[in-house]
């Protein structure tokens, strides 16, 4: 009783301190959900919200409305935070503009907000959710309690889903569940959850061949093994189906440039020509999981991290991996790997401009910039920390053959 005492009480500090930092800070990338919040959950445009925000003149251009925002993410990006917005319909269309940041008078008039915990609130929900989903992937106690209080206390969760308020932490949600249901061997399920979570952003695809793979080799037949590609392809096309005849959709969505992020980096094989880093690494990945030397868990995190690490992603793009390294680190007993983690974002985070990290508090808004001694360290930061990310990489897969003996005890050892 004691120790759950404890657990509930560091539970609660780690709301309250969701909720402080939620009225407190503030990112562009909200002004986002809060306009389309207006547009579906205010005024029922659940259809045609992406065209709401832009216009195309006769011959093709942009017209830009004086909000200047456009809709690049999948359509779940901003469904689901809006479900959430439904019962505060007028709240919604009294303050969503002001949100948006073309109109910083709001903003800036004060150091507390609390209509900012509104608009965050689907991605602190999301994030407190997966606390109580961790605990399910452990039998013993003392490892489900560790597993809720890293993430109670995790910086990556905390600084997503609190204080940017985006919706990469609602697809770790989706992840996790995805990992749930391949626990259950649900492969089927399982897809479904990765295509969700692909209908935020589209990087969940990458993992359905892994699914297929394990698929596979559990039912020990194709055809029953590619059930679960067609379910997750299905759900995927259904859900970007509506919206295909959307012009803005079409331009700005469907095929977004952060899509070709992970494919900046390669080798060269001619002038023009480069074999990206993450093709190498991922096929690497797909091979050493089919011939059994690393397990479901390693080759999901792997496969998810080999897309991030060669690239220059964007600091809340790495809280779709964090959940799975709970796991992974308590299930591998390997906690420096996890704290690796958080050190490489962290060097990540610091690389890019102040409001994304000390400018992004309200109340910081008018301070100075970073003297420039410390603004020339951001590239050498940068690359501090990738080099982690892919020692990381590096470590799941040269460590395989511990871990990967066989599959079944491999099943019972990892989930």
């Known amino acids: 009783m004691i120790k759950d005492r404890i657990f509930y009480i560091l539970l609660v500090v780690g709301i309250a301190l969701r909720v402080f930092l939620a009225i407190t800070t503030y990112h562009s990338d909200l002004g986002a959900f809060a306009l389309a919040g207006k547009y579906i959950a205010g005024e029922g445009k659940i ?16 017209l830009y409305l004086p909000s200047k925002m456009i809709f690049n993410y999948q359509p779940l990006a901003y469904i689901l935070p809006s479900l959430f917005y439904l019962p505060f319909k007028g709240l919604i269309l009294d303050t969503a503009e002001g949100i948006v940041n073309t109109n910083w008078d709001i903003l800036h008039s004060v150091s ?7 608009y965050k609130l689907p991605m602190i929900v999301a994030d407190l959710a997966i606390v109580f ?10 490892k489900k309690r ?7 206390f995790n910086p990556l969760g905390i600084y997503v889903g609190s204080m940017m308020g985006q919706v990469d932490i609602m697809i770790a949600f989706w992840l996790v569940l995805a990992l749930l249901a391949r626990k259950n061997k649900k492969y089927c399920l399982t897809a479904a959850m990765v295509a969700i979570s692909a209908l935020i952003k589209p990087i969940g695809l990458i993992l359905i061949p892994i699914v297929v793979m394990e698929s596979i080799l559990r039912n020990k037949n194709f055809w029953r093994g590619i059930a679960p590609g067609i379910c997750g392809g299905l759900v995927y096309f259904l859900g970007i189906l509506p919206y295909l005849g959307s012009p803005a959709y079409r331009a700005f969505s469907l095929f977004a440039d952060q899509i070709n992020k992970s494919t900046y980096a390669g080798i060269a094989i001619s002038g023009g020509t480069a074999i990206p880093w993450f093709f190498i690494a991922y096929s690497v990945i797909l091979l050493l999981f089919w011939k059994n030397n690393i397990s479901f868990l390693t080759a999901f995190g792997a496969g998810l991290l080999s897309s991030l690490a060669f690239t220059h992603f964007h600091p809340q793009w790495l809280v779709w991996l964090m959940p799975w390294m709970v796991i992974w680190a308590i299930k591998n007993e390997s906690m420096m790997v996890y704290l690796a983690a958080i050190f490489g974002w962290f060097c990540v985070l610091f690389s890019f401009d102040p409001t994304l990290h000390y400018a992004i508090f309200l109340a910081a808004r008018e301070m ?3 003297p420039l001694s410390i603004q020339n360290m951001s590239g050498q930061i940068l690359l501090m920390g990738r080099a982690v990310l892919i020692g990381i990489l590096v470590y799941l897969l040269a460590t395989r053959r511990s871990e990967g003996a ?9 989930i």
Do not use: C, H, P
């Open 368 to 370: 100075s910039q970073l």
């Open 133 to 142: 989903m961790l605990a399910k992937f452990f039998i013993d106690q003392k």
């Open 47 to 62: 259809w045609s919200f992406y065209d709401q925000a832009v216009r195309f003149n006769e011959d093709g251009s942009v």
């Open 146 to 152: 560790l597993a809720q209080i890293l993430w109670i």
């Open 112 to 118: 507390v907000n609390w209509v900012l915990l509104l």
């Open 406 to 414: 066989n599959r079944t005890n491999r099943e019972n050892k990892l």
